[in-house]
């Protein structure tokens, strides 16, 4: 692959901003290519990790934010365990996640976000993951209605591993206060996104 | 008497229940008490930690501030929830700006006072070995066992609180105590994709491809795994993964809970065995043991 490193293209802040929301030192990377080695989902990404570690570095946020690696991370933590310079890399690719989630970026991935706008609507209501609701919400709006229904989801279904009807939190206070908490925990994120001078 | 809060976790009580229904009867025989934590809440799982890091935080966050008070450790039998509760306690005792940011969410503060462990090392290491010898009814003489840890129940070192990352070998040694013979392996600590499993399904076949591939190719006749979200793609995609490469894997799936009941006398019907996809019935009867 060729870079052309042009000014225009470059951002300076937007390393900052990375680093500032995961609190890490990217720029501590040597570019040894042990993350990218050990990656289970390397091979389905534009860039291996190594990569994004330096184009993070050169600021180059096009580059970082239109590709889908960071939603290819599979959060398995391999690359973290193995960073001999100690970067938590695995939380990297979560912080170019909630960048993107939070607005402020290109989404380049249509999957995820669904899948975890739907879970974590579901958890901030029921408290619990309401797994059957879950699927079928994702098929409807991924608009693959019957993905996995058969045979396995029926078998699921026939095996009693699905439970029909969702789990609450069995407490009306601890229920109300997990709400609030909800509310609260969107608020702050939000600001604190909102602080980066990218 | 070992007595551990218990947090189950939301697959627990859908497509995992056989390894609840496993563990409590497993631990009510070891003498091992599970207090589950009162009106838990999802610990995040995949999702919480992508799309907002203070949630990923917060929702652990009363689950550790429960154990904290009541001075009590808390097990997961699920390796991502097990990873949640360890990693909000590393991040909130490491990194203050997000512990004040979770206790005015919370409404309390985590002092980072709670000990997270992973229920497959309760049995290695709180409730020990010899003990756990001692209480062998059943050998199970002849089973060869592949370990599968996954990603999340060793990695990362700090968090997990575990140095041999690699190559971990205490649920190897806990098989050998019930008296099965561990395989020797290299995907043993290999990620099943569980993050994908609904969203990026051809990722999923693959990585669960190659795993189930080299533990037969090693020779094991079950797979021994401590995480839900493991079972669920080793046990339920693995009709399809043989149907695409043409090729019979035929290896059933075991909870280590359900292993240890296994050598404790309990029958397929106790463990729920019914509720497997890839039948471990048979294979137990050819060896004996059921």
């Given at each position: 692959?060729?870079?052309?490193?042009?000014?225009?293209?470059?951002?300076?802040?937007f390393?900052?901003?990375?680093?500032?929301?995961s609190?890490?030192?990217?720029?501590?990377?040597?570019?040894?290519?042990?993350?990218?080695?050990g990656?289970?989902?390397?091979?389905?990404?534009?860039?291996?990790?190594?990569?994004?570690?330096?184009?993070?570095?050169?600021?180059?946020?096009?580059?970082?934010?239109?590709?889908?690696?960071?939603?290819?991370?599979?959060?398995?933590?391999?690359?973290?365990?193995?960073?001999?310079?100690?970067?938590d890399?695995?939380?990297?690719?979560?912080?170019?996640?909630?960048?993107?989630?939070?607005?402020?970026?290109?989404?380049?991935?249509?999957?995820?976000?669904?899948?975890?706008?739907?879970?974590?609507?579901?958890?901030?209501?029921?408290?619990?993951?309401?797994?059957?609701?879950?699927?079928?919400?994702?098929?409807?709006?991924?608009?693959?209605?019957?993905?996995?229904?058969?045979?396995?989801?029926?078998?699921m279904?026939?095996?009693?591993?699905?439970?029909?009807?969702?789990?609450?939190?069995?407490?009306?206070v601890?229920?109300?206060?997990?709400?609030?908490?909800?509310?609260?925990i969107?608020?702050?994120?939000?600001?604190?996104?909102?602080?980066?001078?990218? | 008497?070992?007595?551990?809060?218990?947090?189950?976790?939301?697959?627990?009580?859908?497509?995992?229940?056989?390894?609840?229904?496993?563990?409590?009867?497993?631990?009510?025989?070891?003498?091992?008490?599970?207090?589950?934590?009162?009106?838990?809440?999802?610990?995040?799982?995949?999702?919480?930690?992508?799309?907002?890091?203070?949630?990923a935080?917060?929702?652990?966050?009363?689950t550790?501030?429960?154990?904290?008070?009541?001075n009590?450790?808390?097990?997961?039998?699920?390796?991502?929830?097990?990873?949640?509760?360890?990693?909000?306690?590393?991040t909130?005792?490491?990194?203050?700006?997000?512990?004040?940011?979770?206790?005015?969410?919370?409404?309390?503060?985590?002092?980072?006072?709670?000990?997270?462990?992973?229920?497959?090392?309760?049995?290695?290491?709180?409730?020990?070995?010899?003990?756990?010898?001692?209480?062998?009814?059943?050998?199970?003489?002849?089973?060869?066992?592949?370990?599968?840890?996954?990603?999340?129940?060793?990695?990362?070192?700090?968090?997990?609180?575990?140095?041999?990352?690699?190559?971990?070998?205490?649920?190897?040694?806990?098989?050998?105590?019930?008296?099965?013979?561990?395989?020797?392996?290299?995907?043993?600590t290999?990620?099943?994709?569980?993050?994908?499993?609904?969203?990026?399904?051809?990722?999923?076949?693959?990585?669960?491809?190659?795993?189930?591939?080299?533990?037969?190719?090693?020779?094991?006749?079950?797979?021994?795994?401590?995480?839900?979200?493991?079972?669920?793609?080793?046990?339920?995609?693995?009709?399809?993964?043989?149907?695409?490469?043409?090729?019979?894997?035929?290896?059933?799936?075991?909870?280590i809970?359900?292993?240890?009941?296994?050598?404790?006398?309990?029958?397929?019907?106790?463990?729920?065995?019914?509720?497997?996809?890839?039948?471990?019935?048979?294979?137990?009867?050819?060896?004996?043991i059921?």
């Amino acid at each position: 692959m060729k870079q052309y490193l042009e000014e225009k293209n470059f951002k300076q802040g937007f390393r900052k901003d990375v680093e500032r929301l995961s609190k890490q030192k990217i720029s501590n990377c040597y570019q040894c290519g042990k993350c990218s080695a050990g990656c289970p989902m390397a091979f389905k990404m534009d860039y291996p990790p190594t990569m994004t570690m330096r184009l993070i570095q050169l600021g180059l946020h096009d580059e970082v934010m239109g590709s889908n690696t960071a939603w290819y991370c599979v959060s398995c933590e391999t690359c973290t365990t193995r960073c001999p310079r100690e970067i938590d890399i695995a939380k990297v690719m979560d912080t170019l996640k909630i960048m993107a989630q939070a607005g402020k970026y290109e989404v380049s991935d249509t999957e995820i976000p669904i899948f975890d706008w739907i879970f974590l609507k579901s958890l901030q209501y029921t408290g619990k993951v309401y797994e059957l609701g879950l699927i079928m919400a994702y098929n409807m709006l991924s608009l693959n209605p019957f993905k996995d229904v058969f045979p396995l989801g029926l078998q699921m279904f026939l095996k009693g591993k699905i439970a029909l009807l969702p789990h609450f939190i069995n407490d009306p206070v601890a229920m109300w206060e997990h709400l609030e908490m909800f509310s609260k925990i969107h608020k702050k994120q939000k600001a604190k996104i909102r602080e980066t001078n990218g | 008497m070992v007595k551990l809060g218990y947090f189950p976790g939301c697959s627990l009580s859908s497509t995992a229940r056989e390894y609840d229904i496993s563990t409590r009867i497993v631990c009510e025989d070891l003498g091992i008490e599970l207090i589950e934590v009162p009106h838990w809440v999802c610990c995040g799982a995949t999702t919480a930690h992508i799309t907002s890091d203070i949630a990923a935080n917060a929702l652990p966050a009363k689950t550790l501030i429960w154990a904290e008070k009541n001075n009590m450790p808390i097990t997961s039998p699920c390796s991502a929830c097990f990873s949640r509760l360890a990693l909000a306690h590393h991040t909130m005792t490491a990194d203050e700006d997000m512990r004040k940011d979770v206790a005015e969410v919370v409404g309390e503060e985590y002092k980072g006072g709670a000990k997270v462990l992973h229920l497959a090392r309760v049995f290695y290491e709180t409730y020990g070995l010899e003990a756990l010898k001692a209480k062998v009814k059943k050998p199970l003489k002849g089973l060869k066992v592949a370990s599968y840890y996954g990603c999340l129940m060793t990695r990362p070192a700090e968090v997990c609180d575990f140095d041999r990352t690699e190559n971990p070998m205490f649920m190897d040694k806990t098989v050998q105590a019930l008296g099965a013979e561990p395989v020797k392996w290299g995907y043993k600590t290999e990620c099943c994709g569980a993050a994908f499993s609904l969203t990026k399904k051809e990722a999923v076949i693959k990585l669960t491809g190659d795993i189930l591939n080299d533990a037969k190719e090693c020779g094991a006749d079950v797979i021994v795994v401590a995480c839900p979200l493991c079972h669920a793609n080793l046990d339920s995609r693995q009709r399809e993964i043989e149907k695409r490469s043409g090729r019979k894997i035929g290896l059933p799936i075991i909870y280590i809970s359900q292993m240890i009941g296994l050598a404790l006398g309990y029958n397929a019907l106790d463990l729920s065995f019914k509720k497997h996809f890839v039948d471990p019935v048979r294979v137990l009867k050819e060896k004996g043991i059921l």
